[in-house]
T-cell receptor, first 112, second 114 residues
Framework: SQQGEEDPQALSIQEGENATMNCSYK?????LQWYRQNSGRGLVHLIL?????REKHSGRLRVTLDTSKKSSSLLITASRAADTASYFC????????????FGTGTQLKVEL | DTAVSQTPKYLVTQMGNDKSIKCEQN?????MYWYKQDSKKFLKIMFS???????INETVPNRFSPKSPDKAHLNLHINSLELGDSAVYFC?????????????FGEGSWLTVV
C-alpha cells in the first residue's frame, strides 16, 4: 500500500456542513502538506504542518498531526460549493529532502 | 505574475513522437521537480533538481530526460512517446530546507498520446 492514504476516498456533504478528511502514512516525516486540486486544474497548497506541530489553522481550515499514530486530518468548516475538489495529503520523509509522497486523495463534493 | 508556469497546457501527439514540456518559476526557489499524475489521480515524483543538479531520479524510463539550464527552469523532454505516457505532468518548485518547505505546483500539462 502507499505512503499517504486518505480516507474517505469520496465525501459528499451539504453546504454549511463541516468536512473532515484523514490521512495515514507509514514512515517518519519532516512535514505533512495538504493540497487541493479542482477538476482539470493544478495543485494548490493549503497548509504545511511540521512534525513538531500538532495543530495549525488557516481560515476555515484546521489541520492536526499525530506523529505517534502517523496520521493527519484536515477539517474544512462551514463548507461552500467552491470547496468541491480533490484533497491530497503529501509527506516529506525525514532525511529525504523535500521529496513529497502523495496520498490517494479524497474527492469532496459540496452540494447546495 | 504566475509563480510556476509550464507550457503547453494541453498536448496531443502520436506514438513515437518526441515532445518537450517547459517549466519556469519566478519564486527564487533553488529546487524544481517534475511529478506525474495518472488517470486515477495518483501523483508520483519523477525528478528533482537543486541548483541545476539532479538529486532525485525515480524509476523513470530513460526516454524521459529533464534538463535544467538554470535554477529557474526545468524542462522535460520525452522521446518515443508511448500510449502509457498519457498523463498530467506537473512542474513544481521549492526552497531547500532540512525540514522541508512548501512545494508550489504549476497548473499541469495534459499529455495525450494517440
Amino acid at each position: 500500500s502507499q505512503q499517504g492514504e486518505e480516507d474517505p476516498q469520496a465525501l459528499s456533504i451539504q453546504e454549511g456542513e463541516n468536512a473532515t478528511m484523514n490521512c495515514s502514512y507509514k514512515t517518519s516525516i519532516n512535514n505533512l502538506q495538504w493540497y487541493r486540486q479542482n477538476s482539470g486544474r493544478g495543485l494548490v497548497h493549503l497548509i504545511l504542518i511540521r512534525s513538531n506541530e500538532r495543530e495549525k489553522h488557516s481560515g476555515r481550515l484546521r489541520v492536526t498531526l499525530d506523529t505517534s499514530k502517523k496520521s493527519s486530518s484536515l477539517l474544512i468548516t462551514a463548507s461552500r460549493a467552491a470547496d468541491t475538489a480533490s484533497y491530497f495529503c503529501a509527506t516529506s520523509p525525514t532525511g529525504g529532502g523535500n521529496k513529497l509522497t502523495f496520498g490517494t486523495g479524497t474527492q469532496l463534493k459540496v452540494e447546495l | 505574475d504566475t509563480a510556476v508556469s509550464q507550457t503547453p497546457k494541453y498536448l496531443v501527439t502520436q506514438m513515437g513522437n518526441d515532445k518537450s514540456i517547459k517549466c519556469e518559476q519566478n519564486l527564487g526557489h533553488d529546487t524544481m521537480y517534475w511529478y506525474k499524475q495518472d488517470s486515477k489521480k495518483f501523483l508520483k515524483i519523477m525528478f528533482s533538481y537543486n541548483n541545476k543538479e539532479l538529486i532525485i531520479n525515480e524509476t523513470v524510463p530513460n526516454r524521459f530526460s529533464p534538463k535544467s539550464p538554470d535554477k529557474a527552469h526545468l524542462n522535460l523532454h520525452i522521446n518515443s512517446l508511448e500510449l502509457g505516457d498519457s498523463a498530467v505532468y506537473f512542474c513544481a518548485s521549492s526552497l531547500t530546507g532540512s525540514s522541508g518547505n512548501t512545494i508550489y505546483f504549476g497548473e499541469g500539462s495534459w499529455l495525450t498520446v494517440v
